[in-house]
């Protein structure tokens, strides 16, 4: 079968948008937000108790600047393209604001609490795919993941399933030094098993996004490659 032609800055457009859902269905089921999310997610609810205008968006991209000087450390390395992954993050901020007022709309019950951690769930794994198969800077996180893997020569969903456990942990940290020990804000069963699952599912749509589309650069932007 042919495949499809994809363009990589489209799959740039739909990982953003994917990913923000993700994390807004993620959020209202209260099964525990992604361990991609969740530090700048805790961050969020702490600091929004002093600053009530300071969003989960906010945080996300506050939190990603401080993600990026460690990644450049990590690798020993810095580029001009790196830096507009700070550009990704706050578009990105903006859009996961946008959709959580959305998905609030939506009428929550245990049974739909379930089909929307599923949902988001399965939402966030495809968007971070997609933004793997961009040349745009990804978010500082998915950069994170792709510049390691590419440093050391690790397989890419054994870096994602690493960086997504330390992730969880970390937020864990954070909830019991924010809200008390043995407080679980936010990070919750969901959260484990997100940890556990995202680098599996991520691997399953590469795969799977490879075998309908080829992905090639429909316009040449230099300074971001």
Same mark, same amino acid.
């Given at each position: 079968?042919k495949?499809k032609v994809?363009?990589t800055e489209?799959a740039?457009?739909l990982?953003?948008? %994917?990913?923000?859902f993700?994390?807004?269905f993620?959020?209202?089921?209260d099964?525990?937000v992604?361990?991609i999310?969740?530090?700048a997610?805790?961050?969020?609810l702490?600091?929004?108790?002093f600053l009530?205008?300071f969003?989960?968006g906010?945080a996300e991209?506050t939190?990603q600047?401080?993600l990026l000087?460690?990644m450049?450390l990590?690798v020993?390395?810095?580029?001009?393209s790196?830096f507009?992954s700070i550009?990704?993050a706050?578009?990105y901020?903006?859009? %996961?604001?946008?959709?959580i007022?959305?998905v609030s709309?939506?009428?929550v019950?245990t049974a739909?609490?379930?089909?929307?951690y599923?949902?988001?769930?399965l939402?966030?794994?495809m968007?971070v795919?997609?933004?793997?198969h961009?040349?745009i800077a990804?978010?500082?996180?998915?950069?994170f993941?792709?510049?390691v893997s590419?440093?050391?020569?690790? $397989?890419?969903?054994?870096?994602k399933?690493?960086y $997504?456990?330390?992730s969880c942990?970390?937020?864990?940290? %954070?909830?019991f030094?924010?809200?008390?020990l043995w407080?679980f804000e936010?990070v919750? %069963?969901g959260t484990?098993?997100?940890?556990?699952?995202?680098?599996?599912?991520?691997?399953?749509?590469?795969?799977a996004?490879?075998?309908?589309?080829?992905?090639? $650069?429909?316009?040449d932007?230099k300074?971001?490659?």
């Amino acid at each position: 079968m042919k495949k499809k032609v994809l363009y990589t800055e489209l799959a740039y457009v739909l990982g953003m948008v %994917l990913l923000a859902f993700g994390a807004a269905f993620m959020t209202i089921s209260d099964f525990g937000v992604s361990m991609i999310v969740a530090p700048a997610y805790l961050v969020h609810l702490k600091v929004s108790e002093f600053l009530p205008f300071f969003s989960f968006g906010m945080a996300e991209y506050t939190l990603q600047a401080v993600l990026l000087f460690v990644m450049m450390l990590v690798v020993r390395k810095a580029k001009v393209s790196y830096f507009f992954s700070i550009v990704t993050a706050v578009l990105y901020g903006f859009i %996961l604001d946008g959709a959580i007022a959305v998905v609030s709309l939506l009428p929550v019950n245990t049974a739909l609490r379930v089909v929307f951690y599923i949902v988001g769930l399965l939402l966030s794994s495809m968007g971070v795919s997609f933004f793997f198969h961009t040349y745009i800077a990804p978010e500082v996180y998915e950069l994170f993941v792709k510049e390691v893997s590419v440093k050391f020569e690790i $397989d890419i969903s054994k870096v994602k399933t690493v960086y $997504d456990c330390a992730s969880c942990v970390i937020s864990i940290l %954070l909830s019991f030094a924010f809200f008390g020990l043995w407080s679980f804000e936010g990070v919750k %069963l969901g959260t484990v098993i997100c940890a556990l699952l995202n680098g599996t599912l991520i691997g399953v749509w590469n795969k799977a996004y490879e075998n309908i589309w080829d992905f090639k $650069d429909r316009f040449d932007i230099k300074f971001l490659k």
